[in-house]
């Protein structure tokens, strides 16, 4: 993982916007002060990292008996 960006006060305070921004995407930022470290901003939700085809395997479950209707909903629609 990458060093957080780092800002001072007076471009924290100008970039304030873009700052957010950065860490709605995920990024962690770090406000100084006279170049010491005062602060870190970081995202309140983590980003999820999905990489494609699979990669929820394992995490959901669909039950044996997903497609089938109840009898009430089978009957309204004559399926029985």
Do not use: C
Not at 12 to 28: D, M, N
Not at 43 to 65: A, N, W
């Amino acid at each position: 993982m990458e060093a957080p960006r780092q800002y001072n006060v007076h471009e924290a305070k100008t970039h304030f916007s873009r700052i957010l921004q950065q860490v709605e995407t995920g990024e962690e930022v770090v406000i100084s002060r006279a170049g010491e470290p005062i602060a870190k901003v970081v995202p309140l939700h983590p980003k999820v990292r999905r990489t494609g085809r699979g990669s929820l395997r394992g995490q959901i479950h669909i039950p044996d008996d997903f497609d089938e209707l109840p009898d009430d909903i089978a009957d309204a629609f004559g399926m029985r």
